[in-house]
């Protein structure tokens, strides 16, 4: 589909080089010498042309009717489309003149009232030309939008339309601008500062919601059907399209907390987008489908749209939470089905449904496939773990079975873990380039380890499968170069849950001194690097000079990741509330009685090699790294505090730092 910059910026681009308002001439004229151009120039820069309303709201009627579009150029239809949304659009600017409101409001009221552009509007979406029917789709969206936010109401024409066109589930331009159309007034109304929003969307979606139901279960791959049975229509455009609207509506489920049928069909009928993998389609829509279940898990549903801070539902729908347990247990199950192998990943990255030159990205493999499956399957665990603590269920969920079954697919398509790799450094293998992913998976992996430990049913070391948090920690600061500026900048920042992350850590560290020290030493004895340094008489003495004594010999590359950073404050309404979120994040983690817990040494992966450690210290290098990287971003962040410069409340943060430098010497 053609972007909305080509609308604005390349028309307005034209108009300001190639015309003038003195009378030059112009590019595009209709047949009674009107000027569109200059009048969308006009009306861009917030003057009102110097003509008579009627006359451009008839001038554009003319040439937008059915009977003229055949004879009449491409150009002038798109430019008068391209107007009339411009028109439309600028009503919504507050600073605007009070003589160009009333021109555009009153060509407006000409064009959608006796004209009935509505329905001109609507019959463009059959047009062959598909620039046509696409600026004619944005344009009836903008007036649909600008409806709700000034009237509360939307147009009832159009939603007729919508309905019709989806009740059939034809394969047809109209169905897939008819999609488009409902996904933009959504993210339009969402967007929007409007009254009543939420009343708004309920009832918008009241009137669809059969409808989509309807769409749904035809364009979805039917659960009755068995997997190798499923053939699906290849309708690459319509299936992304879709995915597009089921992603909108997750997201004013999340933020408004709207709850119809049809956004709980998502959620209570997931498995049909899981069964996508398997379906006869495009890779790029097994791809959408996989991104949008990712999204709606990790409740990041419209942020690559949405403006400005996220607000969430004050009073998210009570079922939303049941909703997402069916989801997270439809995954698992699926999982257990052989899923896992079902799911393609190129041998190059794709974007946009193509592929790039393997020498453009440096890589091997579809990494945002990877990453995608990755923490749809690691949120779904955490999930349905925190659903059997907070219910007390009895069944137990084989956490290592699961991990164990991720790392052998990501190994079979191009994640290199080879017998001398430590198995946890496969977070960071995968989610090297993306930070948020990748605290979002470090953070639901302290949550999974603690509720496999509370289990002591397991006599496999959590290193074996890759779920070990102290591993996870040590490996991440020894990817940022153990620099805590790029710490401070992860805390400060809103892009991540690194807050989220370091507090769940933090919180470990203090309990399980000795497994974070006994970690310290098997990464060493499984990392491929040489490290020669000078051993130090006392630990406790490890400062920045310790650093500079080590001396590091690596096969591989550490980068450096702080020139990719970018440090800014941000505001947030109360540090009390700042305070009590870091606190109450831990409602939901698993409970460990210290009664049931399994023994360290027999939890603790390499158990042989590690009893021989006891008696030792740990190896300076990542251990003294690692205690001087924390006392030093705990020095950073009580500064800034100090002078009024931290953005939130941290101490519950420095409490939890302040507990780190008195243990450095319990390493034996």
């Not at 639901?444 to 591993?471: M, T």
Request: proline content about 2%; overall charge negative.
């Amino acid at each position: 589909m053609t972007s909305n910059c080509w609308t604005t910026d390349r028309i307005g681009r034209a108009v300001e080089h190639d015309c003038s308002v003195n009378g030059s001439e112009f590019l595009i004229m209709d047949s009674s010498g009107l000027d569109f151009q200059t009048i969308f120039r006009l009306l861009h820069a917030g003057a009102a042309p110097n003509l008579c309303s009627k006359d451009l709201a008839s001038r554009i009627s003319s040439c937008l009717s059915p009977q003229t579009v055949i004879v009449t150029d491409t150009a002038i239809i798109c430019l008068c489309l391209t107007l009339t949304e411009k028109i439309i659009t600028r009503l919504s600017c507050q600073s605007l003149p009070q003589d160009v409101r009333i021109f555009c409001e009153d060509v407006m009221r000409s064009l959608f009232g006796k004209m009935n552009l509505m329905a001109k509007l609507i019959s463009l979406f059959s047009c062959q030309d598909q620039l046509v029917s696409h600026l004619s789709a944005k344009c009836m969206s903008a007036y649909v939008i600008n409806d709700i936010c000034l009237n509360g109401s939307s147009c009832s024409l159009w939603i007729q339309t919508c309905s019709e066109v989806f009740q059939k589930s034809n394969p047809s331009s109209e169905l897939d601008f008819c999609l488009w159309s409902l996904t933009a007034v959504i993210k339009g109304v969402l967007r929007a500062d409007c009254q009543n929003k939420n009343d708004v969307l309920t009832k918008l979606l009241a009137a669809l919601d059969a409808d989509l139901i309807c769409l749904y279960a035809n364009i979805l791959p039917k659960e009755t059907m068995e997997p190798h049975k499923i053939k699906v229509k290849n309708l690459c455009k319509t299936k992304c399209v879709f995915f597009d609207l089921l992603e909108v509506l997750s997201a004013a489920r999340l933020r408004c907390g709207v709850c119809s049928f049809v956004q709980r069909t998502i959620f209570i009928q997931s498995r049909a987008l899981l069964h996508v993998m398997r379906a006869d389609v495009d890779y790029l829509v097994k791809k959408r489908a996989l991104l949008l279940l990712k999204r709606t898990l990790l409740r990041r549903a419209g942020e690559d749209w949405t403006l400005g801070d996220v607000h969430f539902a004050a009073h998210e729908d009570g079922r939303l939470t049941d909703d997402m347990l069916s989801m997270a247990k439809a995954v698992l199950q699926e999982v257990e089905a052989g899923w896992l192998k079902e799911v393609p990943v190129k041998t190059r990255a794709s974007f946009f449904g193509g592929n790039c030159n393997v020498g453009l990205s440096g890589t091997q493999k579809d990494d945002v496939m990877l990453r995608a499956l990755s923490l749809i399957l690691l949120k779904s665990l955490e999930i349905n773990i925190q659903f059997s603590c907070v219910k007390e269920t009895q069944s137990n969920i084989d956490i290592q079975q699961y991990l164990t079954e991720l790392i052998s697919f990501l190994i079979r398509h191009g994640t290199t873990l080879s017998q001398d790799t430590h198995s946890c450094s496969w977070v960071y293998l995968v989610f090297a380039e993306q930070d948020d992913d990748m605290m979002e998976s470090a953070k639901a992996l302290i949550a999974l380890y603690l509720y496999q430990k509370s289990l002591s049913s397991s006599d496999s070391g959590v290193c074996a499968w890759g779920c070990n948090p102290h591993c996870h920690f040590i490996l991440l600061l020894r990817f940022i170069s153990f620099d805590s500026s790029v710490l401070l900048d992860f805390l400060i920042s809103t892009d991540t849950c690194f807050l989220e992350y370091c507090v769940r850590y933090l919180k470990l560290l203090c309990d399980d001194w000795m497994g974070f020290c006994r970690s310290c030493h098997h990464i060493e004895d499984c990392d491929d690097t040489t490290v020669t340094f000078k051993v130090l008489s006392d630990i406790a003495e490890t400062s920045e000079s310790s650093q500079m004594s080590v001396s590091c010999t690596r096969t591989s590359t550490v980068i450096d990741v702080r020139d990719s950073q970018v440090s800014h404050l941000v505001d947030y309404e109360s540090s009390d509330e700042s305070e009590e979120a870091e606190v109450s994040i831990f409602n939901s983690n698993t409970k460990v009685d210290s009664g049931r817990a399994v023994a360290e040494a027999t939890f603790c992966p390499s158990v042989t090699a590690l009893e021989q450690v006891q008696t030792e210290h740990v190896s300076e290098y990542l251990f003294g790294n690692v205690v001087v990287c924390l006392v030093d971003l705990r020095t950073a962040i009580a500064r800034l505090h100090n002078r009024g410069l931290f953005p939130y409340n941290p101490t519950s943060l420095l409490k939890l730092l302040n507990n780190i430098e008195p243990k450095r010497n319990m390493v034996s």
